[in-house]
């Protein structure tokens, strides 16, 4: 079974726009780490932003922040003041334990285009 | 720049080569992977190495090969590899402790002819 699903298809955003990347998960896991990342065209996975499942307050890095909502087993990822340099893949991904386990599972991935 | 670092970042081979990528950090993270991403798609783990000892083989042909020398670095030697191999592999590294993301390189772009 899928442990990460990102369902949107590609999606264009206006400049400046906020944009939200939306990403569920499944796990019986009660420890667990989810990890956003960014990838443009060059190649490089970057990642972004962090949420324990143990975290009582949403992670927010910068223009990132992610909308942890644990009953539904999503973690949305938010960008805000959308920039040209935003265009990427976004994966969204999970850790499940947090310790003894090194395997991220990673959804299928949110293409991004920010239009001027 | 990132602080995981990958060379070469671009190799094109034939079937009957053998070529090495290569993988170093210097950030002290004691886990390092290997993975393979295909156009469009995420990346798919390959091997996991823990404190320079390979912990998790993803059912990777033998004709991928890791090393981990010491704990900054590590290789992925290549032999008599197939087209279905041309491929960006990515480098990553790590802490340990599931808390902590992996940290990627910018990748290799493997072609074979």
């Known amino acids: 079974a899928q442990k990460i699903t990102q369902t949107q298809p590609g999606m264009f955003v206006q400049e400046k726009e906020a944009v939200t990347l939306d990403c569920t998960y499944d796990?019986?896991?009660?420890?667990?780490?989810l990890f956003w990342y960014k990838q443009p065209s060059s190649g490089e996975m970057i990642f972004l932003i962090y949420?324990?499942?143990?975290?009582?307050q949403n992670a927010t890095e910068g223009r990132y922040s992610l909308n942890f909502q644990k009953a539904r087993k999503s973690a949305n990822l938010v960008i805000s003041a959308s920039q040209l340099g935003d265009s990427a893949m976004y994966f969204c991904a999970m850790r499940e334990g947090f310790y003894g386990n090194n395997r991220l599972a990673f959804g299928k991935g949110n293409q991004v285009v920010v239009i001027p | 720049d990132t602080e995981v670092t990958q060379t070469p970042k671009h190799l094109v081979m034939g079937m009957t080569n053998k070529k090495s990528l290569k993988c170093e950090q210097h950030m002290g993270h004691r886990a390092m992977y290997w993975y393979k991403q295909k156009a469009k798609k995420p990346p798919e783990l390959m091997f996991v190495y823990s404190y320079e000892k390979l912990s998790i083989n993803e059912s990777v042909p033998s004709r991928f090969s890791p090393e981990c020398p010491n704990s900054s670095l590590l290789n992925l030697h290549l032999h008599a590899l197939q087209p279905e191999d041309s491929a960006l592999y990515l480098c990553?590294?790590?802490?340990?402790?599931?808390?902590?993301?992996?940290?990627f390189g910018d990748g290799t772009r493997l072609s074979i002819l």
């Open positions: 990553a590294s790590s802490q340990t402790a599931g808390t902590k993301p992996q940290h």
């Open positions: 949420q324990g499942s143990y975290d009582q």
């Open positions: 796990t019986s896991d009660p420890s667990y780490g």
